[in-house]
């Protein structure tokens, strides 16, 4: 996963230090030596991640910090402070300006790279979620920004779960002052508990008699109901080991015992706010397909979504300096299905197609109904030789299995052909990019069908 991280801090050694960390880990690495610089690289939208020093002059830190997170463009990106200050009055204004994390020098190369990693792959599903909220306002739907921003983090459902009586009642006592807690001291119980409540933030101990606290946060992150809810760990002592493995499966952020107060209450506020703000843009976006965006016999994205979609990625694509890859996928014969079968049966193959395409694909990739039986893929971050290799695997899922039609009491084989084109240099749009995708195909038909031709670089 390549992500690009900007380091902020006004003494050259500490830039160079980290930038050598980073560039090890194969991140690419911006710098900047002032405030001002790195709030004006951040509303460019060039990083994914900023690593930002305290003490600086004219403008420290947690000014930085503020003036990201009050800012609509950027209020989104993960911010974490390295510094040498280490009081916890320190971390408390770091945290309560927006930051995602305070880390105090000397830190854990581990530990840093552990936490950036995990902080641009969430990153990566807000950004997708930004971009089709982007495209909805395009077409008159309400931003969520504004409101995400005015949100205080307060008034969250909060599950505790600790079996150590005197910390459970401590940590709710000062959790209830801003939240809603409820304690689930069994382990073993909290995971249906957490499946049935719908809450905002789940704060799992580490410190369980008889049961392993990361396997909980394991469970939680992979179970569909709970996929979303930020996981809190609370732990008695550091160790590096445990931390970057709870980062590995998804545990969002971390509090070492003694657990104060203020720092709970900023922590759990911070991640309060974060769920809300992916349940405002995943919202935005059901109420955008809600409003006609999306195919009505597939349940894919519909050709106006997609056009307009795809000029923002390719935008996004062409400043990040990331490929991108365009497929059309257009089914054999399907003329012949509904003369043969009759148009209910072209129906049903064509839903059943949409599923198996959804089924091939990530969740960043853009799937559409271009027309008829022509479909789209847009896949960000993906260049034409990965491309090629997806397309393949799904043109031979297809023809593999058997479409089922009239309710399926019949099967009928089925086969697609597939073009492929990748973003080309400085000044290739939508268009062109499509227009190379659909000579390609073209080229497939006339090489027989049935099978996948990217076009020529």
């Known amino acids: ?32 030596m002032n405030g001002r610089d790195a709030l004006a690289i951040c509303e460019r939208s060039e990083c994914d991640i900023v690593l930002l020093d305290v003490m600086m002059p004219e403008m420290d830190g947690f000014e930085v910090c503020k003036r990201l997170k009050t800012h609509p463009a950027t209020h989104h990106l993960p911010v974490v402070m390295v510094t040498a200050l280490d009081q916890p009055s320190d971390r408390l204004r770091g945290l309560e300006a927006g930051a995602d994390d305070f880390l105090t020098k000397p830190v854990s190369d581990v530990i840093l790279i552990a936490r950036v990693r995990s902080l641009t792959r969430l990153k990566m599903v807000t950004d997708e979620l930004r971009m089709r909220a982007l495209t909805s306002r395009e077409i008159g739907m309400q931003s969520p920004e504004l409101e995400a921003m005015a949100d205080a983090g307060r008034g969250g459902r909060v599950l505790l779960v600790d079996d150590r009586q005197s910390s459970y009642e401590r940590m709710a006592e000062m959790l209830g002052t801003e939240q809603t807690v409820e304690i689930e001291p069994d382990p073993q119980a909290a995971l249906i508990t957490a ?152 129906d049903d193959v064509l839903r059943e197609f949409a599923m198996r395409v959804k089924k091939s694909i990530r969740g960043i990739d853009l799937a559409c109904r271009y027309g008829g039986e022509e479909f789209v893929v847009v896949m960000p971050e993906t260049d034409l030789a990965v491309a090629t290799m997806v397309a393949e695997r799904l043109r031979r899922r297809i023809a593999a299995e058997p479409f089922p039609i009239d309710r399926g009491t019949r099967a009928i084989e089925v086969t697609i052909s597939i073009g492929i084109a990748a ?27 049935n099978r996948v031709v990217p076009a020529a670089a």
């Open 423 to 449: 973003l080309g240099g400085e000044g290739d749009t939508a268009a062109d990019v499509l227009k190379r995708a659909d000579q390609a195909l073209y080229q497939a038909k006339r090489d027989g069908r």
């Open 1 to 32: 996963m390549s992500a690009r991280v900007l380091v902020v801090d006004d003494i050259p050694a500490n830039v160079k230090l980290l930038e050598a960390r980073l560039s090890a880990e194969y991140f690419d690495v911006v710098t900047a």
């Open 195 to 346: 499946a049935d409540g719908d809450y905002d933030l789940v704060i799992v101990s580490l410190s369980f008699e008889s049961f392993d606290g990361l396997r909980l946060c394991s469970q939680v992150r992979s179970l569909e109901r709970t996929r979303n809810v930020p996981i809190l760990a609370i732990a008695d002592s550091e160790s590096n080991a445990r931390m970057v493995r709870g980062l590995e499966i998804g545990v969002n952020d971390f509090l070492m015992r003694p657990v104060d107060k203020n720092e709970l209450l900023a922590r759990a506020r911070t991640q309060v706010r974060k769920k809300r703000y992916t349940e405002r843009l995943r919202d935005n976006m059901q109420m955008s397909i809600e409003l006609a965006l999306t195919d009505a016999l597939t349940g894919l994205f519909n050709r106006r979504y997609m056009e307009s979609h795809l000029g923002s990625l390719i935008e996004q694509a062409m400043v990040r300096g990331k490929p991108l890859s365009v497929l059309i996928l257009d089914m054999d014969y399907f003329k012949a299905v509904n003369d043969t079968h009759g148009h209910e049966a072209g």
